[in-house]
C-alpha cells in the first residue's frame, strides 16, 4: 500500500520535472479548457503548477528568489514580478489564460501572511480560490491517508501527522536547507552563494553529506520529538531533502522507514494546485 502511494506520485513526478525543465506543455489544452493552477511561494524558488480539471499534470515552471523568508512574503513587488512572469511563461505555452490559482502557507503563520499570498496571486490578475497549509498540499498530493509528512524546504521544515485523512498534530520549525548551507560555509569558509553550489555538487556529495550529517539529524529529532505519535508512514518532501543518504539518516533516529518521492522539492506546489478548484 505504501509503496502504491508513491509509484503514482512518483509517476507524475516524472511527467512534472520533465516538463518543468522541457518547457513543454504535455498535451494540447482547449482555450475554453477549465486549468487548476497552484502557486508555492518559498523561501528558496516560487513555483507555479497546473493541472486539468482531472488533476492530470499540464504545465510547470519556476525561478529562484528572495522575497519569502522563513515561509513569509517579505518582498511583496518581487513576488509578485515572479508570478507574473510564470504565469505569462504558462499562458504563452498553453494558449490559454489562467484565470485562477490557490496558495499556500506554512502551518500557523497565521490569517494575515494568508492574505498577503492571496494578495500576490490577485495582483498578477488571477483570482485566488484558497489558501491552504503547505503540508496538507503535500499529504493531498501524495493521497496520504495515515502518515506524517515531513516537508524540509530553504528556511522551514514542516510536519504534519494524518489519521483517517485528518490532520491531528502540526508543527513548524525555522530550520531547512540553508542551515545546511551555513554549516558548510562554517566548515569551509566560504561565502553562502558557494555554500549552495557545494551542497548541490553531486560529484561532491559524499564529503559533503558527511558534514551536514548532523543537520539531518537534527532534523529528524524535531519528528521524534514533536509531542505527538509519528504515524506510518513517514514521508520526507521538500528540496532539503535531496541526498541520497537522507532517509538512512532519518530512518536510523526514527527507528522506522522512511520514504521520500522523486523530485520531493515538487511535491507541495503541485498538492497547492490540487485544491484550485
Ligand atoms: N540537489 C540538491 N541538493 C541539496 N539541496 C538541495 C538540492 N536542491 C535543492 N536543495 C535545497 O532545498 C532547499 C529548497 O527546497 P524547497 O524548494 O522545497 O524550498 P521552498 O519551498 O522554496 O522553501 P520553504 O518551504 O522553506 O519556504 C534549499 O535550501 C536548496 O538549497
Ligand atoms: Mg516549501
Redesign the pocket.
Known amino acids: 500500500m505504501e509503496k502504491e502511494i508513491l509509484k503514482n506520485s512518483n509517476e507524475q513526478l516524472k511527467k512534472f520535472a520533465m516538463i518543468v525543465n522541457g518547457d513543454k506543455p504535455m498535451r494540447k489544452v482547449k482555450p475554453e479548457e477549465k486549468l487548476k493552477a497552484g502557486v508555492?511561494?518559498?523561501?528558496?524558488?516560487?513555483?507555479l503548477t497546473v493541472l486539468d480539471s482531472k488533476n492530470r499534470i499540464v504545465y510547470g515552471a519556476?525561478e529562484y528568489?528572495h522575497a519569502?523568508q522563513?515561509?513569509i512574503v517579505v518582498n511583496f513587488m518581487e513576488s509578485v514580478n515572479i508570478l507574473r512572469r510564470l504565469k505569462e511563461k504558462a499562458e504563452k505555452v498553453l494558449g490559454c489564460e489562467l484565470k485562477t490559482a490557490c496558495g499556500a502557507i506554512?502551518p500557523k503563520t497565521g490569517e494575515k501572511s494568508a492574505k498577503v499570498v492571496a494578495n500576490v496571486i490577485e495582483e498578477t490578475g488571477m483570482i485566488c480560490t484558497g489558501i491552504e497549509d503547505?503540508p496538507t498540499a503535500a499529504a493531498k498530493f501524495l493521497r496520504l491517508v495515515n502518515g506524517t509528512v515531513v516537508?524540509?524546504?530553504?528556511?522551514?521544515?514542516?510536519i504534519s501527522v494524518f489519521k483517517n485523512n485528518k490532520l491531528i498534530h502540526v508543527i513548524d520549525e525555522a530550520t531547512?536547507?540553508?542551515h545546511?548551507?551555513l554549516v558548510l560555509g562554517g566548515r569551509y569558509k566560504i561565502k553562502n552563494d558557494e555554500a549552495?553550489q557545494l551542497?548541490?555538487d553531486?560529484d561532491k556529495?559524499a564529503e559533503v553529506y558527511a558534514v551536514i550529517k548532523p543537520v539531518v539529524e537534527k532534523m529528524a529529532a524535531i519528528v521524534q520529538n514533536m509531542g505527538a505519535e509519528v504515524i506510518d508512514p513517514v514521508i520526507v518532501?521538500?528540496?532539503?531533502?535531496?541526498?541520497t543518504e537522507f532517509t538512512n539518516t532519518f530512518s536510523k533516529t526514527l527507528k522506522r522507514k522512511v520514504y521520500k518521492p522523486l523530485y520531493?522539492?515538487f511535491v507541495?506546489?503541485l498538492g497547492i494546485a490540487m485544491f484550485d478548484d
Do not use: C, H, W
Request: glycine share 22%.
Open positions: 508555492d511561494l518559498g523561501t528558496s524558488s516560487i513555483v519556476y528568489d519569502v522563513d515561509g506554512p503547505e516537508d524540509i524546504g530553504g528556511g522551514t521544515t514542516g531547512g536547507g540553508f545546511m548551507t549552495e551542497k548541490r553531486k556529495e518532501v521538500g528540496g532539503a531533502t535531496n541526498f520531493p522539492q507541495t506546489p
